[in-house]
């Protein structure tokens, strides 16, 4: 996994629906505090029962598969 700059993440939040029309001063407040997680194909980002960071996940490319276990839930 890779964390990449703001520089980034500022024009695909700004093209994601929960952000899109936001004020400039609103948007700054999102991008501050936030980061872009590059993760491999497969690779876990997120654990069950695992306390991660407050926040959103946006996924910008590929898709996320939900497991329970080793029940897949869901692919987002």
Known sequence: MTLAGPHRYRAILADSVPFRGLA??????????????????GSPVLFEGERSSPGLYVVVEGEVEVHQGETRLNVL
């Open 24 to 41: 400039p001063g609103a948007m700054d407040r999102v991008v501050g505090p936030a980061m872009l997680l590059e993760a491999a194909p």
